[in-house]
Each structure stands twice: as C-alpha cells, then as structure tokens.
Nanobody, 123 residues
C-alpha cells in the first residue's frame, strides 16, 4: 500500500499564490509518477499536472495550469510540490494527489490517492 498526504491548501485572494505538497510513503517502489487532480463542487475530478519521478523532463500540465502552476520534485523524499500562482475563483476545488506506475492523465487510471486539500480563492 501507498499512503499519500497532501498539505498546503487554504484561502487566498484572487491573484494570490499557494504551495501544495504531497508526500508518498509505504510501498513506493512502483510509484514512478505523481499527479495532481482537482475537483470543484458538482464537477468531475480533472487533471492538473503529472510528473515522472524517473525523468525530470517529463512533466505535463493541463491547459488551465500552464503558465501559472509549477511542479517540483524531491525524489529522495518521494514528494512533489505544486506552486500555484495567479490564482482565480475558478481554481477553487479540493486538490488531490495521486501516484502510480504509469504516466497517465485520467483519474480512473490511478489506484493511490490522498485525502485532498481544500483550495479556496476569493474574488
């Protein structure tokens, strides 16, 4: 089993920034990829970004995240960080960390999930 723990959510004003972190523990030998998804009330869970822990050049952002969000890695700690800048009300959601063996952007393809951290952006 793999445990994922997110932290760093909170309330921020429009235009502000937040930094999320996700730490993996347990049987992490096959958690080669870590991703962030988000889910707003009444909406489906959507992809934000994925990063390979084996190749620093492999990072894929959703269009909504490009230019505003930046993912970084600490492979030794099995931890990824999501720096979110220029936040707007449309970014309000619960942000979930996911981990898996494959480099995938569909939520249903992930087995391991964190409990989520709430991000609220006020207008």
């Amino acid at each position: 089993q793999v445990q994922l723990v997110e932290s760093g959510g909170g309330l921020v004003e429009t235009g502000g920034s937040l930094r999320l972190s996700c730490a993996a523990s347990g049987q992490t030998t096959t958690t080669y990829n870590m991703a962030w998804f988000r889910q707003a009330p009444g909406k489906e869970r959507e992809f934000v970004v994925i990063a390979s822990l084996l190749n620093n050049d492999w990072t894929t952002y959703a269009d909504t995240a490009k230019g505003r969000f930046t993912l970084s890695r600490d492979v030794a700690k099995n931890t990824v960080y999501l720096q979110m800048d220029k936040l707007g009300p449309g970014d309000t959601a619960v942000y979930y960390c996911a981990a898996g063996e494959k480099y995938r952007i569909l939520a249903l393809q992930y087995t391991y999930w964190g409990h989520g951290t709430q991000v609220t952006v006020s207008s």
